[in-house]
């Protein structure tokens, strides 16, 4: 029986993973100076969308050749790391484009959120488990009113191996007091919703522009279960739900 449903945050109840692309583009742009954010970099965070911070950040460096770029720059934002460097930058931009929290209130997805608070008012245990930084994660819950719908929030600082490692969840069932095969995991990307399938829970992708390419290519998930229409989810659930319980978890 489905007693905990863990949801993913950027991506999957915000569409924050684009404005984070939007924010290497821009951070790429100073670097260099361009008269446009540099598009290559959100395409480049596209293939990494769902991925830890400094990971992200390698991704884009090295698909821009950033790093002669970035290196010289080191001592000054007091780094070691040319990847630092852009993360640091990428963050500055982000953090200036969510400071207003009506910015993510008109970037949130209605869909998912609304199955957050149902999930949470029909007796479900809830978890929020991110690669976003706690006070990023908690920016964001406050901006939409979402912290009463969550019994636990997990997020980068809590773990030590990121996504698609399963830690996040499993830390997550442990602290919520159930097992991992009686959780629903609600993500956006491949590599979240390979974290939720190593976890041994069962996993509903639900595609955006930035992940429906990467999750049908990857096919972690069975086409079945991914969500492609906002009014597809309850449908979605339903039938997972009733699949678990068919085979007899």
């Known amino acids: 029986m489905i007693s905990a449903v863990m949801f993913d945050l950027d991506g999957t109840l915000v569409q924050s993973e684009k404005l984070k692309a939007l924010s290497y583009a821009m951070a790429a742009q ?3 100076r361009l008269p446009e954010p540099d598009e290559r970099a959100i395409e480049a965070y596209r293939e990494i969308v769902g991925a830890s911070r400094d990971v992200a950040s390698r991704r884009v460096m090295e698909s821009l050749k950033l790093e002669p770029e970035l290196q010289p720059l080191t001592a000054q934002f007091g780094v070691s790391e040319p990847w630092e460097v852009l993360s640091a930058m990428r963050k500055e931009i982000y953090d200036e484009m969510v400071a207003d929290p009506q910015v993510i209130r008109d970037n949130q997805w209605p869909h998912t959120i609304a199955f957050l608070r149902v999930a949470r008012e029909t007796g479900c245990r809830t978890a929020l488990a991110t690669m976003s930084q ?3 994660a908690l920016h964001v819950l ?3 009113d979402l912290e009463q719908y969550l019994d636990e929030v997990l997020t980068r600082e809590d773990v030590t191996n990121p996504k698609p490692d399963p ?5 997550a069932a ?3 007091g ?3 095969a009686d959780c629903l995991v609600i993500e956006d990307s491949p590599n979240g919703a390979r974290a939720g399938v190593a976890a041994g829970m069962n996993v509903i992708a639900v595609a955006t522009p930035f992940t429906v390419s990467g999750l049908h290519s990857s096919q972690v998930v069975e086409h079945t279960w991914v969500v492609h229409e906002a009014d597809q989810l309850v449908d979605v659930v339903r039938d997972r739900i009733a699949e678990h319980n068919r085979i007899g978890h």
């Open 174 to 176: 442990e602290r919520l």
């Open 142 to 144: 406050r901006s939409l």
């Open 134 to 136: 706690r006070n990023e």
């Open 178 to 180: 159930v097992e991992p």
């Open 167 to 171: 830690e996040i969840y499993l830390l």
């Open 30 to 32: 100073r670097l260099r």
